[in-house]
């Protein structure tokens, strides 16, 4: 008698920062895996990647089939409620059963037009009738580095009034994700946070003294209108009920250093 073959997980953004730690933590825990990519790669490793585009509703068909699991962790500025509702039409028709989704801390709080896309990603979804399981996580230490970098290269360190973040190591919330995708649909869970609160002089600080950089002089600066608004009053960030990682700001820049 043929054993059947295991239906694989089905990851969207498994090249980016977040699906280069949640793929492997996938493969180590037995599961085949599928990759839905914008370019075409050569199966790997018990990996197989499948060329299309969520966008352009380009292969996502394929790439779904026989697939009984999707995390879908891509995304970008714009076009994340389009991706989703086109990768939620293509999973209800192939009789997906668990859809996992990535999404960011304050999207339901802060009136950005990035965040509402997400939200409305978020929405598309939870409405799908498929099982859903969604995690908002906050800024990952990655791009808070390539923020701080992009801050410290100017001859004045901009300082914008109030604004604060909880910076969250990227291999914590793809252990979270891996655990949520194993498990059974659990909505809304948890929201993901660093452990720690940071303004922006906070996060110049141990950047600039790892890499022997005298401290720039703070520029402060006003987020102007309701965003502006949203930020000082903290609507990006979740200090009650979240989840914390365990990995510090400070931690992630001395392991980059060394």
Do not use: C
């Not at 950005?112 to 979804?125: G, N, T």
């Not at 609160?197 to 600066?221: M, N, S």
């Amino acid at each position: 008698m043929t054993t059947p073959t295991p239906a694989p997980i089905l990851v969207t953004g498994g090249t980016g920062t977040l699906g280069g730690h949640v793929v492997p933590l996938l493969r180590a825990a037995g599961h085949e895996v599928r990759v839905l990519s914008r370019q075409a790669r050569p199966a790997a490793d018990g990996v197989e990647y499948v060329t299309g585009d969520l966008l352009k509703d380009e292969g996502i068909e394929a790439a779904v089939r026989g697939a009984e699991t999707i995390l879908h962790l891509a995304g970008g500025p714009k076009g994340d409620d389009e991706a989703a509702r086109t990768l939620v039409r293509a999973a209800r028709a192939a009789g997906v059963r668990h859809l996992v989704h990535i999404s960011v801390v304050g999207a339901d709080r802060v009136p950005l037009a990035w965040l509402r896309s997400k939200l409305a990603a978020e929405r598309a979804i939870a409405d799908s009738g498929i099982g859903w399981t969604t995690l908002r996580a906050a800024q990952f230490h990655d791009l808070t580095l390539t923020m701080v970098e992009k801050m410290t290269g100017l001859p004045l360190l901009p300082v914008p009034g109030g604004l604060r973040l909880q910076p969250v190591d990227s291999r914590e919330v793809a252990h979270r994700l891996v655990e949520l995708t194993l498990g059974e649909p659990s909505g809304l869970v948890p929201d993901l946070t660093g452990p720690k609160l940071y303004d922006i002089a906070a996060l110049a600080r141990p950047y600039l003294e790892l890499h022997g950089r005298r401290r720039r002089p703070a520029l402060p600066v006003r987020i102007p209108g309701k965003a502006g608004k949203a930020y000082r009053a903290g609507a990006n960030l979740t200090l009650e009920g979240a989840d914390t990682g365990k990995r510090t700001w400070e931690e992630f820049l001395a392991e980059r250093v060394r």
